[in-house]
């Protein structure tokens, strides 16, 4: 059975945030594992395993993250703080755990400290995602008029069309 806290999104989600909540749910799962690894308590154990995470870790950010970020960024941030002035502060933090996240990322070329960082960056990207789905998005849901939130999930949309088609 899938473990409850794996599961992100609200089963009244808005259509417009559906592609973001897909991206969420495998951001979770990879977190976990993330942390897990790091832990040691997921085979293989030491570098081998880390180096396994990291290689994870940066498919998932060239083959959702970039697009999934500029989604946020360039779509739904700005309708957000242009239309629900209360977001601001919110916003301002999300958009630093995206600029933390990316710099983690490039930070996974090196093995030292490979352990850490595996386990800070499963960390940061699972409180990143559950500050969007808990707080961006039930905002969205409640301020949003269904005109402006279906011109946003167009927006999404098309940005995340861009992405490249998986294995
Ligand atoms: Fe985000
Ligand atoms: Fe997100």
Redesign the pocket.
């Known amino acids: 059975m899938r473990h409850p806290s794996l599961i992100p999104f609200s089963p009244m989600r808005h259509p417009a945030l559906i592609p ?1 909540s897909h ?2 749910h495998h951001g979770l799962a990879l977190a976990l594992r993330c942390r897990k690894q790091a832990l040691g308590q997921l085979k293989p154990m030491g570098l081998k395993g880390l180096k396994e995470r990291a290689q994870e870790l940066r498919e998932f950010f060239t083959n959702n993250l970039v697009r ?1 970020f500029r989604a ?1 960024e360039n779509a739904l941030f700005p309708k957000l703080r242009q239309l629900v002035p209360e977001s601001a502060a919110l916003l301002d933090q999300l958009a630093r755990d995206h600029q933390q996240l990316r710099e983690a990322i490039a930070r996974l070329e090196s093995d030292s400290g490979l352990a850490k960082l595996v386990f800070d960056l499963g960390d940061l990207l699972e409180r ?2 559950r500050k ?1 789905e808990r707080e961006l998005f039930p905002l969205f849901e409640q301020q949003l008029g269904e005109t402006e939130a279906e011109a946003v999930g167009n927006e999404i949309k098309e940005i995340l069309g861009a992405r490249p088609v998986s294995p």
């Open positions: 973001l991206d969420h999934h946020e990143h995602i969007e």
